[in-house]
C-alpha cells in the first residue's frame, strides 16, 4: 500500500522566516495531495491541496509544490506568524472506493515571536 | 453546506467498560466515512471506513468496532475498553466518487480509559 513519509517532524522558525516541510510518497498511482494543520487540541483542517496535473500551487503566504517524478511534494509558508504554529501533516490518495488518504506522520511548526 | 458532528466531544471510561462514539454528517448524501484514532502528539491512524450503509472495512485489527445504520450516521464501538484505547477519535467524511479526495473531520472525541 501507500507510504508517505514527512520530513522534519519538528521546525522551529523565527517569526517572518519561511518554512519548508517535505514528504515523499511510494505509490505512483496517488494524484491527490492535501495539506492539513491541526492547531492543539482542535480537528485537522485543510489548508492546501494539489492535484498530479499541477506542479505547483499558492494561496497567499502557502504554497504547494508537487515533483511526480521524484514522488515528492512540499508545503512552503512564508513570512511566518505566532498563529502558523501547528502540526501539519501531508497525505496522498489514490483514485480507489472510499478515496482514502494516507497521512505522513506530521510536523510540529513552532513560529517564535 | 455540509456539516459534520460528533459526540461527546470527552468522556472518560474506566477499563471493561464499553463505548459508543456517534457521528452524523448533514447537507449531503452518500457521503465516504471514516474513523481516525490520535494518539497523543502522533499521527493519524484509519481506523475503519465505508463507502455505503452496512458496508464496514477495518484497517487495523483491534478491540473496536464500527457501524453504519444509516447514510449519514457513523458509530464506532467497543465492548470492553482497554487502556490503549485511550486517544483523539476523529470521525471524517469526503464525498463518493469524487476525483478531489478531500476528508473533512469532525470536531473529535477525546476518550480517556482509566
Known amino acids: 500500500g501507500e507510504n508517505v513519509e514527512q520530513h522534519p517532524s519538528t521546525l522551529s522558525v523565527q517569526e517572518g522566516d519561511s518554512a519548508v516541510i517535505k514528504c515523499t510518497y511510494s505509490d505512483s498511482a496517488s494524484n491527490y495531495f492535501p495539506w492539513y494543520k491541526q492547531e492543539l487540541g482542535k480537528r485537522p483542517q485543510l489548508i492546501i491541496d494539489?492535484?498530479?496535473?499541477?506542479g505547483e500551487k499558492k494561496d497567499q503566504r502557502i504554497a504547494v509544490t508537487l515533483n511526480k517524478t521524484a514522488k515528492h511534494f512540499s508545503l512552503h509558508i512564508t513570512e511566518t506568524q505566532p498563529e502558523d504554529s501547528a502540526v501539519y501533516f501531508c497525505?496522498?490518495?489514490?483514485?480507489?472506493?472510499?478515496?482514502?488518504?494516507?497521512f505522513g506522520g506530521g510536523t510540529r511548526l513552532m513560529v517564535k515571536p | 453546506s455540509q456539516t459534520i458532528h460528533q459526540w461527546p466531544a470527552t468522556l472518560v471510561q474506566p477499563v471493561g467498560s464499553p463505548l459508543s462514539l456517534e457521528c452524523t454528517v448533514e447537507?449531503?448524501?452518500?457521503?465516504?466515512l471514516y474513523w481516525y484514532r490520535q494518539a497523543a502528539g502522533r499521527g493519524l491512524q484509519l481506523l475503519f471506513y465505508s463507502v455505503g450503509i452496512g458496508q464496514i472495512s477495518s484497517e487495523v485489527p483491534q478491540n473496536l468496532s464500527a457501524s453504519r445504520p444509516q447514510d449519514r450516521q457513523f458509530i464506532l464501538s467497543s465492548k470492553k475498553l482497554l487502556l490503549s484505547d485511550s486517544g483523539f477519535y476523529l470521525c471524517?467524511?469526503?464525498?463518493?466518487?469524487?476525483?478531489?479526495?478531500?476528508?473533512?473531520f469532525g470536531e473529535g472525541s477525546w476518550l480517556t480509559v482509566v
Open positions: 471524517a467524511w469526503s464525498v463518493r466518487g469524487s476525483m478531489r479526495n478531500t476528508i473533512y
Open positions: 497525505a496522498a490518495s489514490k483514485p480507489r472506493a472510499g478515496n482514502m488518504l494516507t
Open positions: 494539489i492535484r498530479s496535473n499541477v
Open positions: 447537507g449531503t448524501s452518500n457521503p465516504n
